[in-house]
Nanobody, 125 residues
Framework: QVQLVESGGSSVQPGGSLRLSCEVS????????IGWFRQAPGTERQGIAC??????????SDSIFLKGRFTISRDNTNKMVSLQMSNVVPDDTGVYYC????????????????WGQGTQVTVST
């Protein structure tokens, strides 16, 4: 059974940094593309970035609100994908999810096969 478990969410002040982790089990990490999404209350799930196997390109949101602040990385040995967040702002508040897809690496949530339960990030003074 494929499982994704996010961790690392917490409350952080504006301008701070946070590192989220996604631990993958039940499947070889080298078999799937992993994406990070976030969802603020009352909004749709928004794609942030995806790290690919190499058969399809990796993807990163070109939103001016995200670019240059969020970095995705993968550690196949430890079956972990991380999202490094820097210079966070209140609009970064939301639940952050990781998701896995065998064939797709992009911003469309419906194209992912497996999801974690999410981890809460709150940015406030």
């Amino acid at each position: 059974q494929v499982q994704l478990v996010e961790s690392g969410g917490s409350s952080v002040q504006p301008g701070g940094s946070l590192r989220l982790s996604c631990e993958v089990s039940g499947i070889n990490l080298e078999e799937v593309n992993i994406g990070w999404f976030r969802q603020a209350p009352g909004t749709e799930r928004q794609g942030i970035a995806c790290t690919s196997l190499g058969e399809v390109p990796s993807w990163h949101s070109d939103s001016i609100f995200l670019k240059g602040r969020f970095t995705i990385s993968r550690d196949n040995t430890n079956k972990m994908v991380s999202l490094q967040m820097s210079n966070v702002v209140p609009d970064d508040t939301g639940v952050y999810y990781c998701a896995a897809s065998r064939l797709y690496c992009g911003q469309l949530p419906r194209m992912y096969d497996y999801w974690g339960q999410g981890t809460q990030v709150t940015v406030s003074t």
